[in-house]
């Protein structure tokens, strides 16, 4: 038996009682944000409250130079007119602070966003102006709890581009719309590393719970509008946008509003320009690092199914004796049930690894820890189903069917417990002793 075994036996032998439930606390853990398959962990970014646009020009464009004026404001209670409206008002001298004022007033702005950005968008020296606006009369889509507590903008809108030519503004053709989302602009930088400022688009919708965006870069080519997806985004609910010091964008899914989704797991994904092909593609994308008890032993079997048992033990461990992981909605039993599953993983681990002696050692703290009538003592009887096939000739797979036969015949003690709402995998009696990946 090696250093490490002996002593990861003897911290299990020693801390499980500890970290096993004492007394529930009073109240339960609410998300603050699906688990999605990781390429990568890392520390999740900051996640915001909401998007904020911010300028970053490579140069220092001057605004467009039109004398001001005591322009009309424009008429925008007629989304067929607004685009009209703007560029009039813009060119007669009106004041940009105020037309971003004046959209909000008359509920055109996206809500929690700021409806007027300036960029050198076409690379002219000149500050271009978008500006994004919804239509009134579309319908609101409701609130969403902590993440979003007032009503979504209507649920349709556009952004237009008005390009400043020195002494007035012309329109950016086309005008950018979506028939049931709404615009949200994110940031202004260079995306393709051409030297001329981009627009990040965000066109974002609503379903009962939680809000998702599609996103494109604007890039201008003349007084034409080209449009680059970035995808996929739909799997990152409330996205945070940001633009990286090396050009990508990075697009964390902070959270879903709904209990019933479980503790989410932050992802962040990035994307860069291929200019060969004129597209944006992905190139990193990260789970952040587990907070959640249950996130810890998905990684364990991430890596128990990839063959790497070191990995897998270390992170089984971590489930039982790691006091700052957080449980979700009923900290006592969810603690008793996955310490007990991640035990008997433990035991499985070992088998894998061709050592039995360590195997036997763990299946004994198992059986110690979860004594009839204990919560969780169903794990500890999976982990005899198991081991009572698999000792007689070391026949790993032997025992795995007996154990999945276990779990099929006893899902509501097996399986139920490790269910963590519907952002997380759903346990079948396949995973309880899976193949390992090929």
Partial sequence: MGSRSVLSILLLSVLVAGCLPSPAP????????????????APPPSPSAGPKPQAASVHDPAPCSIPAGTAPAPALTD????????????????????LAALLVTAGRAPNGSQPVLSLDI????????????????????????VFRPALQPPARGSVGLYLCQGTQYIPGEPVLEAPDATPILHLAGDLSGDGVTD??????????????????????????LVRAPFDPTLDLPYPDVRLLPDGRLAVTGTGIASVGAGPFRQITRAWSWEAEQQVFVVDTEA????????????????????????????????????????DWADPLSERANLTGYSMYRIVVAYASKGDQG???????????????????????ELATAFWDAYT???????????????????????????????????????????????
């Fill in 26 to 41: 009073g109240s339960a853990i609410l998300p603050s944000a699906p688990a999605v398959p990781s390429l990568a962990v």
């Fill in 358 to 380: 360590d195997a036997k050692v763990a299946y004994g703290i198992l059986q110690n820890q979860y004594p009839d009538g204990s919560l969780g003592r169903a794990y500890a």
């Fill in 122 to 145: 076409n690379g002219d020296a000149w500050l271009d102006l978008a500006v994004a606006y919804v239509d009134p009369f579309a319908p609101l889509a409701s609130a969403h709890g």
């Fill in 392 to 438: 007689p000739a070391g026949d790993l797979e032997v025992g795995c069917r007996a154990a999945r036969a276990f779990a099929e015949s006893h899902r509501a003690e097996i399986l139920d417990p490790l269910f963590f709402g519907y952002a997380n995998p759903t346990y079948t009696p396949g995973d309880v002793c899976p193949a390992i990946d090929s």
């Fill in 79 to 98: 989304p067929a007119r607004t685009v009209q409206g703007i560029l009039d008002y813009l060119n007669d001298g009106g004041s940009v602070d105020a």
């Fill in 199 to 224: 627009l990040v688009v965000g066109w974002e919708t609503c379903g009962a719970h939680t809000c998702y965006q599609e996103l494109d870069a604007v890039m201008a080519k003349g007084s034409t």
């Fill in 287 to 326: 789970l952040e690092a587990p907070r959640f008890r249950i996130h810890a032993l998905l990684d364990g079997e991430a890596a128990a199914r990839g063959g790497d048992w070191d990995l897998a033990l270390d992170l089984y461990h971590r489930v039982v004796m790691d006091d700052a992981l957080l």
